[in-house]
């Protein structure tokens, strides 16, 4: 064994994390989780026998069947809450109204502890609701990214006028006499040979 494999395996585990992270990030994670934890013990305490040294206790009743079908259908249901997100309302209404269910059939909700988990669960899966991305930040002066001035709207770029400077990239256009732009520059009727004749025009 190297001595670099304790650094791999924690790289591997950090990817592992991360990527369990952005996977549990983009779906009712804990939903689903206390929905299947509430699917459990309601299916399960009805079939059970438990042993107080020689003596078995038996939990089965005649609604045995009704217990196993709510049970596995709430484990569906949290299933469905991962790898569906688009049912996850339809999912959360049915987990809570199989929880309410349970009280009746399945020992009182699983002894209590399945229909808690599976309420939470289905309310968790109803109030649910998928993040905004990030939005990117705009260009600051130096073309690098950053935050806006305060008070400014972030989608709104930030025009400046051309002014006529030694260094302007683009100068501003000669005025005519009357302090208008539009005329025909000084620069373009001083010469003698033009496209003219020689005379202003305009």
């Not at 950090?14 to 779906?27: E, I």
């Amino acid at each position: 064994m190297s001595a670099e494999t304790p650094v791999q395996t924690a790289g591997t585990f950090t990817r592992l994390r991360l990527r369990f992270r952005a996977w549990r990030g983009n779906r009712p994670f804990w939903a689903g989780l206390f929905t299947l934890l509430g699917g459990v013990p309601i299916a399960y305490f009805p079939y059970a026998t438990f042993k107080l040294g020689t003596m078995s206790i038996a939990m089965a009743t005649t609604a045995g069947a009704g217990s196993l079908i709510i049970g596995v259908l709430l484990v569906t249901l949290g299933l469905t809450m991962w790898f569906q997100q688009a049912t996850r309302v339809f999912a959360g209404v049915a987990a809570i109204v199989l929880s309410l269910v349970s009280l009746v059939v399945s020992n009182i909700g699983g002894f209590i502890l399945g229909f808690v988990f599976a309420l939470i669960g289905g309310a968790l899966a109803v109030s649910w609701a998928p993040g905004a991305p990030p939005r990117p930040q705009p260009l600051d002066e130096g073309g690098t990214q950053g935050s806006a001035p305060q008070g400014a709207d972030p989608d709104t770029a930030i025009l400046r006028p051309v002014v006529d400077e030694p260094g302007a990239a683009y100068p501003a256009p000669e005025p005519g006499r009357d302090g208008s732009s539009d005329r025909t520059p000084e620069s373009a009727w001083a010469g003698g040979d033009d496209a003219n004749g020689g005379y202003r025009v305009g």
